[in-house]
């Protein structure tokens, strides 16, 4: 596996893979590495003969009080993981080679709507600094397909949505949410969590389980649903942030007619913020 930090030497790179004809997949990263991202390496030799993966910690989507500072950084571990799963490049710039200068993006990206709604409400220009650092990272890659795990979904639908919006040559490929045995979604920020925490942590994915049950038996008060579900998360031990049925398209509040929905949660326990989400089709 190459290691790359200069945009003009990964650009000279991959322009001669594409000379030899070479299709390529990306998965951009912020490191800390976990199985569900490795699965993105796996889903993306799928797709292309290429596989290039980016290790960047992105000032831009941390808001004020956020843990950018305390973002965990495993580079070395990082690297080990990503060259045992085949991936080919690994490019890991700085905020320097990013944001040159100023250290922050004069253009920025906006996918209105999207972006301002559940953790876009809860984590204000979050979405902005995702939409910013991917279109550029799209622009210096310029991969065929691009791999992002469905844990979050609506940060899958913005980048979805900006690449349909500037018309991007990028095919967007949604990965199935990696799980422990007990439901929790793989995430790095798990690793704030203590042993206790970890097996409490569970209870967001039954808790969203047992709503779309509900939900397939043909219960359709939603906002009830969604008001006894942060209760009994509260009761679990979580601090809510919010628990919404919406429509899969565009994230607005499901109705009775619509079948394509999505479940979307956020819950603090203990210093860590944990998503999740389930999508599907209602019976």
């Not at 969203?208 to 969604?226: C, F, K, P």
């Not at 942060?230 to 919406?246: P, S, T, V």
Request: net charge negative.
């Amino acid at each position: 596996m190459q290691l790359i930090s200069r945009i003009d030497a990964l650009r000279q790179e991959l322009w001669r893979h594409r000379l030899n004809g070479a299709s390529i997949a990306f998965i951009p990263t912020m490191g800390n590495l976990h199985e569900g991202h490795l699965q993105l390496i796996d889903r993306a030799h799928e797709y292309a003969d290429v596989v290039v993966s980016s290790i960047f910690v992105n000032p831009l989507q941390f808001g004020p009080g956020e843990d950018f500072n305390g973002y965990p950084r495993t580079f070395e571990a990082d690297q080990s993981k990503l060259a045992e799963r085949g991936c080919h490049v690994l490019f890991a710039p700085s905020v320097d080679e990013m944001y040159p200068d100023t250290q922050v993006s004069s253009t920025i990206v906006k996918v209105p709507h999207l972006s301002s709604i559940h953790c876009g409400a809860s984590r204000p220009g979050h979405f902005t600094g995702v939409a910013t650092v991917v279109t550029k990272l799209f622009g210096i890659v310029q991969p065929d397909y691009a791999v992002f795990g469905l844990k979050d979904f609506q940060q899958f639908l913005v980048i979805k949505q900006l690449t349909e919006d500037l018309c991007l040559p990028v095919e967007i490929i949604g990965a199935p949410i990696a799980r422990a045995e007990s439901g929790l979604a793989l995430s790095s920020r798990n690793g704030y969590l203590s042993a206790e925490q970890l097996d409490t942590a569970a209870a967001l994915y039954r808790c969203l389980a047992d709503v779309r049950t509900q939900i397939d038996n043909g219960n359709s008060h939603y906002s009830e649903l969604e008001e006894a579900a942060q209760i009994r998360l509260e009761e679990a031990g979580f601090k809510r942030d919010y628990f919404n049925i919406c429509r899969q398209q565009d994230l607005q509040p499901a109705t009775t007619e619509d079948t394509d929905l999505v479940i979307l949660a956020a819950a603090y326990m203990g210093q860590a913020r944990l998503i999740d989400n389930l999508h599907f089709h209602r019976l």
